[in-house]
């Protein structure tokens, strides 16, 4: 049979293919936002009616086109950012657009089922990460498909799919790559509803559409700088669009509380001025320590984003300077000295048969961070199911999506053969894929506000006040954060390379050079094989010397 049209050619097998080549002016752009740089390529599997590859071939070319043209306007013109309630308000729109632009569309309901199931198999779940696909129970709501490495991926087949291009030339909106990012983002969370939604439609169900009822109003750049101009506002705004941990937004509350009460319009709020109210908060209650680095730390934070967002015109608390008396030191270090590391160590392994989720966390957490240099909270929220094996080796994988994390930034850590011979993974496989070290929190009500420490917040806690309990007291010393400098000091002791020692704590990397050629978890357990094993007995640590540090 002879081709529709000279773009659209039908193959041997019965299929159809089309080739279009994208231009040079813009093919940066089109590969950056679509994944394909040099032209896109359309194929229509062989069984296909004629009518419907000629109007597939159509819409394809159409939306390429537009495409396209989307990115010429936008080279002469400014790429708007958007907020991220913006970027769900935008996405809102597209939805309703979506599902105009079907309304006389023929297509039955096992059409749009079929374009269901290809989201949700043939795109994101082909995504999944190991940790899921060995134990699915762990994260039934899917919250892997929002990590930003399943998102880069995503967003080109959702962003050809919902059409956006098409939408957004029509909305005469040019967004910058940032903006463009959320709004991908945005629309994947909803492509699957109105996937649904149509199929409901073409069955002649045209009942209310819940979905709608979940997407903000758009708030214009002129609205936002109207509504935000109270220190408190600013503070709201920022934690909607940061999503900050709920430990500082706790600790940053007083702060804005305090600046809202001193400060009318946060716009115009001077150096000066900012500089006499603060200096005035330092009082027996609160060290200029405090004030240097947290309240100034928090306002500094805010009003930079604030900012960028266009929602004040300068920030007077990023040149602002607290004077901060010199605090005498008399440690010679922030790691353990190697008595107290036994001691700790010493009475982790008095727990033979740990039963409560504190004596769980006393036997195993501090051996744990003493060979990782982790967080202890990274380590008192693990889950069974973040622990792996690949090949003869055992590692941790710290994740956002178990708790807390500085970076938030997920990284596999090796686990050091001594853990392993001590019976931690053997305690693992006894515990099952939930926590290992606290209790979940049963659901929580809809109004009642959501708690300040999580659980395995809570153990960590707990699991400082047990170590200060055995003796170790002093205030210059933190009973759990000393083993991250106590792991550093020893693997740089033992010969182990900085870039790795950097990357099982998660350190950034000193430079931009040293951030290519990540280490590879295999590279990392190879490494851990020069860290030497901790050895205790009942007078000192044998490391050496009794009074080594460690």
């Known amino acids: 049979m002879a081709a529709f049209m000279v773009a659209l050619k039908r193959r041997k097998t019965g299929g159809y293919a089309a080739r279009k080549a994208i231009p040079k002016d813009v093919r940066k752009d089109y590969a950056a936002l679509y994944g394909m740089g040099w032209e896109e390529k359309l194929n229509i599997a062989a069984g296909t009616p004629p009518h419907e590859a000629k109007a597939q071939h159509g819409e394809w070319l159409a939306e390429i086109e537009t495409r396209i043209g989307a990115l010429r306007a936008a080279k002469n013109g400014e790429r708007q950012p958007l907020t991220r309630r913006n970027a769900h308000a935008l996405a809102g729109e597209w939805y309703r657009w979506f599902l105009g632009r079907q309304e006389g569309d023929l297509r039955t309901s096992s059409y749009w089922k079929r374009q269901s199931d290809t989201l949700v198999w ?22 892997w498909k929002a990590h930003p490495e399943v998102r880069e991926t995503v967003r080109p087949l959702v962003a050809q799919e919902a059409k956006v291009a098409s939408f957004l030339l029509e909305k005469g909106m040019a967004l910058n790559q940032e903006a463009i990012n959320l709004f991908l983002d945005a629309v994947e969370d909803n492509l699957l509803s109105a996937y649904v939604r149509l199929e409901a439609l073409a069955r002649g169900d045209y009942g209310a559409d819940p979905a709608l009822e979940q997407f903000p109003d758009y708030v214009s750049r002129t609205e936002q700088r109207r509504r935000c101009v109270t220190c408190w506002a600013l503070f709201e705004n920022w934690q909607a669009e940061v999503q900050p941990s709920r430990s500082t937004v706790a600790r940053w509350t007083t702060v804005f509380k305090a600046a809202d009460a001193r400060f009318a ?10 500089k006499e109210w603060m200096t005035g908060l330092i009082d027996e209650n609160r060290t200029a320590q405090t004030i240097a680095t947290v309240w100034k730390t928090a306002l500094k934070t805010v009003f930079t984003w604030a900012v960028g967002e266009k929602l004040v015109g300068n920030n007077p608390f990023k040149e602002l300077k607290i004077s901060v008396p010199r605090k ?26 740990p039963k409560t989720v504190d004596e769980r966390a006393r036997r195993w957490v501090p051996w744990i961070c003493a060979y990782t240099g982790a967080r202890a909270g ?31 930034t997920a990284r596999t850590v090796p686990l050091h053969e001594h853990l392993v011979e001590q019976g931690f993974v053997a305690f693992v496989e006894e515990m099952g894929s939930g926590a290992l070290f606290y209790v979940p929190a049963p659901p ?43 792991f550093k000091a020893r693997a740089a002791r033992y010969g182990m390379s900085e870039r790795y020692s950097d990357a099982i704590t998660g350190h950034a990397p000193p430079t931009a050079g040293r951030a290519y050629g990540k280490p590879t978890p295999e590279d990392l357990a190879e490494a851990m094989r020069t860290f030497p094993r901790y050895s205790l007995n009942t007078s000192e640590v044998q490391l050496g010397g009794n009074c080594q540090r460690i």
């Open 122 to 143: 043939d795109v994101i779940y082909r995504q999944a990460p190991d940790e899921y696909l060995r134990d699915t129970r762990a994260d039934p709501e899917w919250e």
């Open 265 to 274: 319009d946060a716009s115009m709020i001077t150096l000066e001025a900012a």
């Open 328 to 353: 005498t030191v008399e440690r010679e270090t922030k790691a353990f000295m190697a008595e107290e590391a036994e001691v700790i160590l010493s009475a982790a392994l008095a727990y033979k048969t």
């Open 378 to 408: 990274e380590i008192t929220q693990l889950r069974g199911s973040d622990i792996q094996r690949r090949g003869n080796d055992y590692f941790a994988k710290l994740s956002p999506s178990a708790g807390k994390m500085k970076t938030r």
């Open 444 to 486: 929580r009500p809809a109004e009642q506000p959501e708690p300040v420490q999580s659980p395995a917040e809570r153990t960590r806690a707990r699991l400082g006040d047990w170590v200060r309990s055995l003796g170790i007291t002093d205030p210059e010393l933190s009973p759990n954060h000393a083993w991250r400098h106590t």
